[in-house]
């Protein structure tokens, strides 16, 4: 699927979560999940993909963005969900989250090199990439 092409990985909280629930109540903290996974479906297609990865964080995989971007959509998405109405919430209290992402630039081509060292070294092995960097950096001090 991602064959060739560079993703970006993000991964989003839900500010002040436990605050909402301990305020608001547990139905009121499902109502505001549901909002974000309505939110981020709005951007989903064959080239963004979402899910709910625990508790109040969801991640997003972009295919075939550049870093610019994913950021760009990111944005949207954040200015969207703050936009968000609450009928529980006070006016003045706005419901937002956090995010952090990655462009993972080449990831086929450090698998590929983690494959070629595990046939170069034996076969009928796995070779994590990052262990192989850890090797290289250790080889070379």
Do not use: W
Request: proline share 1%; glycine share 8%; hydrophobic share 35%.
């Amino acid at each position: 699927y991602f064959s060739g092409k560079d993703v970006c990985v993000a991964m989003l909280d839900i500010d002040f979560f436990k605050k909402v629930n301990d305020t608001y109540g547990h139905d009121k903290g499902d109502m505001v999940l549901r909002t974000l996974s309505r939110v981020i479906s709005q951007y989903t297609d064959d080239t963004i993909h979402a899910g709910r990865y625990g508790g109040e964080e969801f991640l997003i995989l972009f295919s075939g963005y550049t870093r610019k971007q994913a950021g760009k959509i990111l944005e949207g998405m954040l200015t969207n969900f703050r936009n968000q109405e609450y009928d529980f919430l006070p006016e003045d209290v706005i419901i937002t989250f956090s995010a952090g992402f990655t462009y993972v630039e080449g990831f086929i081509k450090c698998a590929d090199e983690a494959l070629y060292y595990s046939k170069e070294h034996g076969r009928n092995q796995i070779t994590y990439y990052n262990d192989l960097r850890l090797r290289d950096m250790q080889v070379n001090r």
